[in-house]
T-cell receptor, first 112, second 114 residues
Framework: AQSVAQPEDQVNVAEGNPLTVKCTYS??????LFWYVQYPNRGLQFLLK??????LVKGSYGFEAEFNKSQTSFHLKKPSALVSDSALYFC??????????FGTGTRLKVLA | NAGVTQTPKFRVLKTGQSMTLLCAQD?????MYWYRQDPGMGLRLIHY???????AKGEVPDGYNVSRLKKQNFLLGLESAAPSQTSVYFC?????????????FGPGTRLTVL
């Protein structure tokens, strides 16, 4: 079965430190990969996506993600975390033309 | 642009009651989607539409129906609500194929079925 895993329910990081939110996937072919963020009581907002090309993708709010084909991973990173980055982060993978598979989400808590 | 809007924001139903959730987008997007979000399960696709007048089943379609009579609107219906349908419902849209394009999400509808 095709799936997306976000192995950490919650990640805590001190403000100013680098952060990583992990995502691995198991799908056939060459899927498109996405990261979305959800703030409390809001819908999801697009952060970045990987289609092809450079393995390091830059997105909104200083976030970037590294695609690793051999490890089937697409980890979200930021060099210096802000308290305002605290939110729920979703990885999504698209093995089909019309649809995503979402991970279960990782809650990021940035401590002042 | 309002983007993607959802009506209502909150609703409480009794088991067996029916209701319709309305999603509207003003971005002229072809593709629209209904998801439900449950704790620890991420978002799961209920139904989707690839254009006006067309709908298709997603991952968890049972107990729901949809209609896309106008390009800008996508309605999600619950004919006989059950407690298992207590969830937060999100509508999304994308300009082109949703698997390759960015999806834009509405603010959500929190539904409780007693």
């Amino acid at each position: 079965a095709q799936s997306v895993a976000q192995p950490e329910d919650q990640v805590n990081v001190a403000e100013g430190n680098p952060l990583t939110v992990k995502c691995t996937y198991s799908v056939s072919g060459n899927p498109y990969l996405f990261w979305y963020v959800q703030y409390p009581n809001r819908g999801l907002q697009f952060l970045l996506k990987y289609i092809t090309g450079d393995n390091l993708v830059k997105g909104s709010y200083g976030f970037e993600a590294e695609f690793n084909k051999s490890q089937t991973s697409f980890h979200l990173k930021k060099p210096s975390a802000l308290v305002s980055d605290s939110a729920l982060y979703f990885c999504a993978v698209s093995p089909w033309t019309y649809k995503y598979i979402f991970g279960t989400g990782t809650r990021l808590k940035v401590l002042a | 642009n309002a983007g993607v809007t959802q009506t209502p924001k909150f609703r409480v139903l009794k088991t067996g009651q029916s209701m319709t959730l309305l999603c509207a987008q003003d971005m002229n997007h072809e593709y629209m989607y209904w998801y439900r979000q449950d704790p620890g399960m991420g978002l799961r696709l209920i139904h989707y539409s690839v254009g006006e007048g067309t709908t298709a089943k997603g991952e968890v379609p049972d107990g729901y129906n949809v209609s896309r009579l106008k390009k800008q609107n996508f309605l999600l219906g619950l004919e006989s609500a059950a407690p298992s349908q207590t969830s937060v419902y999100f509508c999304a849209s994308s300009l082109t194929s949703g698997g390759t394009d960015t999806q834009y999400f509405g603010p959500g509808t929190r539904l409780t079925v007693l």
